[in-house]
C-alpha cells in the first residue's frame, strides 16, 4: 500500500500567488481530510469529505482557502491569493470509512509563503 | 474552544526513563482516544489506541491508562529509547460516525543517550 500521496512536499511562493496542494488517499478509503499544522496552533482540521462530498468545512480559516474532491482518488487545496500567515505543513489523511477510527495521514506539503 | 487539552508541552528523559504524557477532555461523548506519532518531516501515525471500557492497554513499551470518571488518559513511553524522540499527540473521536478527531496541542519529547 503505497499510504497518503501528497504534493508537492515543499513549496516556497510569494506573497499573492496561487498555491494548490494535491492529495492522493489510500484506495479504497472514502473519508478524506485535509490538516494545518503550526507550531503556534498544533493540528487544525480545515476540511472533511465523506465520499468525496465536504462534510465540514468549519475548519477552513477563511475565503481564500478552497479545497475540491473531484473524485475518490484525488484531492485539491487551493489558496489562493497566499499570504506569509499561511505558511504551514499541510497535511492530507483518510480514513477506511465514515465509522471508522484510524486516520492515516501523508507526509505533508511545508509551505512558506515569502 | 480546546476540547482536549495536552500537557507537558516538551519533555526530556534520559534512555531507560518513563515518558508520561497527559490529556484530559471534557467532551463526554468522546468514546476513542487513539495517540499519534510524528517524527521530523512525517506525518503523524497512529501508535496505539484505547476505548473507555478498558481502564489500561499495553503495546510492547507503550501503555494507555485511562481514567474515565476523571475525564483523563496518559501514554506512559517505559525503558525511553532515542529512536522515541518524537511530538507526540492524544486525540479523541466521538462515538457516532463520520465524527471528526480532535487532537491534543503536542508534546515533543527528548530522549538523551
Known amino acids: 500500500d503505497a499510504g497518503v500521496i501528497q504534493s508537492p512536499r515543499h513549496e516556497v511562493t510569494e506573497m499573492g500567488q496561487e498555491v494548490t496542494l494535491r492529495c492522493k488517499p489510500i484506495?479504497?478509503?472514502?473519508?478524506l481530510f485535509w490538516y494545518r499544522q503550526t507550531m503556534m496552533r498544533g493540528l487544525e482540521l480545515l476540511i472533511y469529505?465523506?465520499?468525496?462530498?465536504?462534510?465540514?468545512d468549519s475548519g477552513m480559516p477563511e475565503d481564500r482557502f478552497s479545497a475540491k474532491m473531484p473524485n475518490a482518488s484525488f484531492s485539491t487545496l487551493k489558496i489562493q491569493p497566499s499570504e506569509p500567515r499561511d505558511s504551514a505543513v499541510y497535511f492530507c489523511?483518510?480514513?477506511?470509512?465514515?465509522?471508522?477510527?484510524?486516520?492515516?495521514f501523508g507526509e505533508g506539503s511545508w509551505l512558506t509563503v515569502v | 474552544q480546546q476540547q482536549v487539552k495536552q500537557s507537558p508541552q516538551s519533555l526530556i528523559v534520559q534512555k531507560g526513563g518513563i515518558s508520561i504524557i497527559n490529556c484530559a477532555y471534557e467532551?463526554?461523548?468522546?468514546?476513542?482516544f487513539p495517540w499519534y506519532q510524528q517524527f521530523p518531516g512525517k506525518g503523524p501515525a497512529l501508535l496505539i489506541a484505547?476505548?473507555?471500557?478498558?481502564s489500561e492497554k499495553k503495546e510492547g513499551r507503550f501503555t494507555i491508562s485511562f481514567n474515565k470518571s476523571a475525564k483523563q488518559f496518559s501514554l506512559h513511553i517505559m525503558d525511553s529509547q532515542p529512536g522515541d524522540s518524537a511530538t507526540y499527540f492524544c486525540?479523541?473521536?466521538?462515538?457516532?460516525?463520520?465524527?471528526?478527531?480532535?487532537f491534543g496541542g503536542g508534546t515533543r519529547v527528548l530522549v538523551k543517550p
Open positions: 489523511a483518510s480514513r477506511p470509512d465514515s465509522s471508522g477510527n484510524t486516520i492515516y
Open positions: 484506495s479504497g478509503h472514502n473519508s
Open positions: 469529505f465523506n465520499n468525496n462530498v465536504p462534510i465540514d
Open positions: 467532551n463526554t461523548a468522546f468514546d476513542y
Open positions: 484505547i476505548r473507555p471500557d478498558v
Open positions: 486525540a479523541a473521536l466521538p462515538k457516532a460516525a463520520g465524527n471528526k478527531l480532535t
